[in-house]
Nanobody
């Protein structure tokens, strides 16, 4: 059974920083693209940032210059460094990964359960 577990969320003041982690566990052959998504109350889930296995990144315009995504393939772990946080960043943050359990090109999408980030004074 593959699991993605997020951690690092919490309450932070505007202008502050948080670092989220996403760790994949289980019988994993390979992880391809990974990404962070968020969902605020009453809104649809939206993309925050993605990273390929080779390290190429992509960011939503709303977080460019403030957030940084990274990963360690040897540890099946991904991070999201969030700086200069704003109240509008408040949401549940989810990690997503395309994982192959048996090799070849058979990747399936897996989601974590999410971690709450609240930006408030």
């Amino acid at each position: 059974q593959v699991q993605l577990v997020e951690s690092g969320g919490g309450l932070v003041q505007p202008g502050g920083s948080l670092r989220l982690s996403c760790a994949a566990s289980g019988i994993i052959f390979s992880i391809n693209d990974m990404g962070w998504y968020r969902q605020a109350p009453g809104k649809q889930r939206e993309l925050v940032a993605t990273i390929t296995r080779g390290g190429s990144t992509n960011y939503a315009d709303s977080v460019k210059g403030r957030f940084a995504i990274s990963r360690d393939n040897s540890k099946n772990t991904m991070w999201l460094q969030m700086n200069s946080l704003k109240s509008e960043d408040t949401a549940v943050y989810f990690c997503k990964a395309y994982i192959s359990l048996s090799g070849g090109n058979n990747y399936s999408a897996y989601w974590g359960r999410g971690t709450q980030v609240t930006v408030s004074s």
